[in-house]
């Protein structure tokens, strides 16, 4: 069965870079969310978009900038990087109209900024 | 501020028992809780669901439990295996669908 596609899995940028994470939900799922999580601590919500329009957002920078494309695709984008951004990123889908299955989450993309 | 404790600590149990992980909450009213498992460097793996309206889920070796008035869940692998070693998280969910987690509990199943 296809999951949450995270792509890239590992990327290194430098301080004040930027940096975009794509994920790809699984097809049918309407909701897509993005969570943080640093070394040893749980992971944190930072944004979500059901049918493509912002529908919560949570601890996100406003450094940080997210979107879901007419193909369901999601992108966070992440500008002038900060050594405190390295972290964890994911990416989980979901479906509301089918609310018993939990959330999908991809394999991550880490981030590490130098 | 809405509070999601679980042990902190790592649970080390032998293999073969009963492993018992506690979710409590505070200044919450979730809709519904539930687990995941998530090993190292990879994303979190859904488990079960439980509604506020429900008392018991059973799903193979896993049983979760949820008493609201306690606020309180816990999390049951019986028959315990040296493979479900891995971080246990519970999360909770409200009407916004969005998942709140607590910060895990370590589990280790020796031999």
């Known amino acids: 069965a296809a999951g949450v596609i995270q792509s890239p899995r590992h990327l290194i940028k430098e301080k004040r870079e930027t940096a975009t994470l794509k994920c790809y939900p699984i097809p049918r799922h309407d909701t897509v969310y993005w969570y943080q999580q640093g070394p040893g601590q749980d992971p944190q919500f930072l944004i979500s978009f059901y049918e493509k329009m912002q529908s919560d957002k949570g601890s996100i920078p406003d450094r940080f900038s997210a979107q879901q494309f007419s193909d369901y695709h999601s992108e966070l984008n992440m500008s002038s990087l900060e050594l405190g951004d390295s972290a964890l990123y994911f990416c989980?889908?979901?479906?509301?109209?089918?609310?018993?299955?939990?959330?999908?989450f991809g394999s991550g993309t880490r981030l590490t900024v130098v | 501020s809405q509070k999601i404790e679980q042990n902190s600590e790592a649970l080390n149990i032998q293999e073969g028992k009963t492993a018992t992980l506690t979710c409590n909450y505070t200044?919450?009213?979730?809709?519904?809780l539930q687990w995941y498992r998530q090993d190292p460097g990879r994303g979190p793996v859904f488990l079960l669901l439980i509604r506020e309206n429900e008392k018991e889920k059973r799903k193979e070796r896993l049983k979760v439990t949820f008493d609201t008035t306690l606020k309180q869940s816990l999390f049951h692998i019986t028959a315990s295996q040296p493979a479900d070693s891995a971080t246990y998280l519970c999360?909770?969910?409200?009407?916004?669908?969005?998942?709140?987690f607590g910060t895990g509990t370590r589990l280790q199943v020796t031999l």
């Open positions: 989980a889908s979901s479906s509301e109209r089918k609310n018993n299955y939990g959330y999908t």
């Open positions: 999360a909770l969910g409200g009407t916004a669908s969005k998942l709140t």
């Open positions: 200044n919450y009213s979730p809709a519904y």
